[in-house]
């Protein structure tokens, strides 16, 4: 959490209108910010469903008939506080806009809820065999865009050739970000700007 968030209060149960099978968008956004206020304020280790319950305002059912599991509630959460978190910097030079798009990244993880959610997520896929494939036939291409839309630029710049890898570089670029995540490690920000350098004098090379 970080030092200027203040504390959410609890939600008193409330009604809320019903549409049925569809999800109430009313409800929905209850539920979503009752579980980043608990990631925000104790972690992942309190994130439980009576705790989300009671937060929300919710039932059990309500939660479950539209999130099959714990995984894919976090995953909605992450994936809503990343909609505010756009960066796509344009500055002409392939390095910098992956140096500022990382570090930017690794910021906004370190210093909200939103690292904590994505770890939390990752936890919670991994004896889960759909939620694995969905993690990596959507989730991870969904993650991958900005990095991909930086690279797409230098090849219309004719900074670097278009081929299998940029993929290469996507892919390591994001697994290195995912590491420094999971061991908590991500002061470290120099990190960031050694790994771009090896990456880019590769693809240029190449």
């Not at 992450?78 to 910098?96: I, N, W």
């Not at 797409?152 to 004719?158: K, L, N, P, Q, T």
């Not at 892919?171 to 920000?189: F, I, K, R």
Request: proline share 3%; hydrophobic share 40%; charged share 25%.
């Amino acid at each position: 959490m970080s030092d200027t968030a203040k504390p959410i209060k609890s939600a008193k149960p409330r009604s809320r209108s019903s549409i049925g099978a569809v999800r109430s968008p009313q409800s929905t956004e209850a539920i979503l910010d009752a579980a980043t206020a608990i990631l925000s304020e104790k972690g992942y280790k309190a994130f439980t469903m009576d705790a989300l319950v009671e937060r929300a305002g919710s039932s059990k059912p309500t939660i479950y008939r539209w999130w099959r599991s714990k995984g894919a509630l976090l995953r909605d959460v992450y994936e809503r506080a990343a909609v505010t978190f756009v960066t796509s910097p344009d500055t002409g030079d392939l390095e910098q806009d992956l140096i500022d798009h990382l570090r930017s990244l690794w910021v906004w993880w370190r210093s909200s809820s939103a690292g904590e959610t994505l770890r939390s997520v990752f936890i919670e896929i991994q004896l889960d065999i759909e939620a694995i494939e969905e993690f990596r036939t959507a989730f991870l291409p969904r993650r991958e865009r900005t990095l991909r839309k930086i690279f797409a630029r230098a090849v219309s710049r004719g900074e670097i050739i278009d081929g299998p890898a940029i993929d290469a570089a996507v892919t390591m670029l994001t697994g290195t970000s995912w590491l420094h995540l999971v061991t908590a490690n991500l002061d470290n920000l120099e990190d960031i700007d050694r790994s771009v350098a090896l990456v880019v004098r590769g693809l240029r090379v190449g």
